[in-house]
């Protein structure tokens, strides 16, 4: 009489199993590698004229005001770039129309904005920013998390003595320990004035990208985290 064999303890079944389930997963892998480059690609500035949204939008954005709210419909915060308008479906979203000035301009063409924002990327890259600070959650904790670093509501107590929230933040990387608003001061690290100006292009244009409301502690600016209370 032939012995009835257990499905579980099929060596056929797991290696079946196996197949097909490395299958599905290789697939599913390559459909979310695909989505992520899409969602990973930098906007254009025709973006900005059409109001489409991007989670890394036109390096144009330094043009415009950048603020941090809120969205019900989402759940979390999100940037809000060139003032506020409603989604049909509820929520609110970018409405590409508000500029402001930045150091005098409010004009940088799609190449000056990428040239200004790339220097200050590498500037924070030779002077080792990330040893001490976080950007999109690389680097050490030590200082501050940079990732919305230009929306920190110090910044605009600072702006009337400067003519400038950007003009406060260039002097503090100048000259850190002169402006020293931390226990944890700040080293002068030779940044020059053209350094400076890149490096605050390059973290207002990080403030703008859509990170899924992270860092989630940086709450304690109106309409982010805890805007209700």
């Not at 303890?9 to 197949?19: D, G, I, K, V, Y």
């Not at 509820?90 to 799609?110: L, P, T, V």
């Not at 500037?123 to 040893?131: E, L, P």
């Not at 690389?138 to 998390?145: I, L, T, V």
Request: hydrophobic content about 40%.
């Amino acid at each position: 009489m032939e012995e009835k064999v257990s499905v579980w303890t099929s060596n056929r079944f797991w290696r079946r199993s196996a197949t097909w389930v490395t299958g599905v997963a290789s697939v599913l892998l390559i459909f979310l590698t695909f989505d992520s480059m899409a969602q990973m690609k930098m906007g254009s500035a025709k973006d900005i004229e059409k109001k489409i949204d991007r989670r890394i939008p036109s390096p144009v954005v330094i043009n415009y005001t950048i603020d941090y709210k809120l969205d019900p419909y989402r759940g979390h915060e999100i940037p809000i770039i060139g003032g506020e308008m409603r989604r049909p479906e509820g929520g609110i979203k970018s409405a590409y129309e508000k500029k402001e000035k930045f150091f005098g301009r409010d004009d940088y063409s799609e190449k000056e904005a990428r040239e200004l924002i790339h220097k200050g990327k590498l500037t924070i890259q030779a002077k080792n920013c990330m040893d001490c600070h976080t950007l999109l959650g690389n680097g050490a904790y030590y200082a501050p998390d940079l990732t919305k670093a230009w929306l920190d509501p110090t910044w605009e107590t600072l702006a009337p003595a400067y003519n400038g929230k950007e003009y406060a933040i260039a002097a503090f990387l100048q000259d850190p320990p002169k402006m020293a608003m931390h226990e944890r001061k700040m080293p002068n690290l030779g940044i020059t004035k053209e350094e400076a100006k890149a490096v605050v292009a390059y973290l207002k244009f990080m403030s703008a990208i859509d990170t899924n409301g992270f860092p989630r502690n940086f709450g304690k600016i109106k309409g982010a985290v805890d805007a209700r209370k």
